[in-house]
């Protein structure tokens, strides 16, 4: 069964952390890897990861994927309390994503 | 240039009826898909179209159906409403199938 598996589910930080947030996936046609931050209602677009080893990075966010071990990580250093999201991981399956649960985090002034 | 446009962003039906909600994709995108927000089951695929054709169904009912016109805007039906289809239906619009998915803001049912 094709699956998409996020770590930590939520997680606590002040404000200037740095925080690692994981995702990894068993789907089969896989064809790449995407993450989003949902604050209120829409999933906003932060990256989509195509090839291993390749960092993508925007202001303070950055992400890898490691196709060999199947995972890929979504850093954020200097924390802000308007980083206070839900950090959603998917699979394009050809078209299909497959989301993780999801990490809920918390940044705290 | 605008985003995605959902309407309408909040209903209330009763179980039985049937409702149709709407999606306008970003200008220029062809592809659009749906999804189902639930706080227990998370993002869940309905359906997904390209170029006014269905290329891609998750597993949902029949009562879920969709359609794409010409300009690329999209609608999805539920019909025979149940209290379990309360959710937020979101929309993503793509360029091209396998091209970066944007959101719009959704639409959140309630059945009652």
């Known amino acids: 069964e094709d699956k998409v598996v996020q770590s930590p589910l939520s997680l606590v930080v002040h404000e200037g952390d740095t925080v690692t947030l994981n995702c990894s996936y068993e789907?089969?046609?896989?064809?790449?890897l995407l993450w989003y931050k949902q604050e209120k209602k829409a999933p906003t677009f932060l990256f989509m990861l195509t090839s291993s080893g390749i960092e993508k990075k925007s202001g303070r966010l950055s992400s890898i994927l490691d196709k060999k071990e199947l995972f890929s990580i979504l850093n954020i250093t200097a924390t802000q309390t308007g980083d206070s999201a839900i950090y959603l991981c998917a699979v394009n399956q050809g078209g299909k994503l497959i989301f993780g649960q999801g990490t809920e985090l918390s940044v705290k002034p | 240039k605008a985003g995605v446009t959902q309407t309408p962003r909040y209903l209330i039906k009763t179980r039985g009826q049937q409702v149709t909600l709407s999606c306008s994709p970003i200008?220029?995108?062809?592809?659009v898909s749906w999804y189902q927000q639930t706080p227990g089951q998370g993002l869940q695929f309905l359906f997904e179209y390209f170029s006014e054709t269905q290329i891609n169904k998750g597993n949902f009912p029949g009562r879920f159906s969709g359609r794409q016109f010409s300009n690329s805007r999209s609608e999805m039906n539920v019909s025979t409403l149940e209290l379990g289809d309360s959710a937020l239906y979101l929309c993503a619009s793509s360029l091209l199938v396998n091209t970066e998915a944007f959101f719009g803001q959704g639409t959140r049912l309630t059945v009652v």
């Open positions: 200008s220029g995108h062809r592809s």
């Open positions: 789907v089969t046609n896989f064809r790449s």
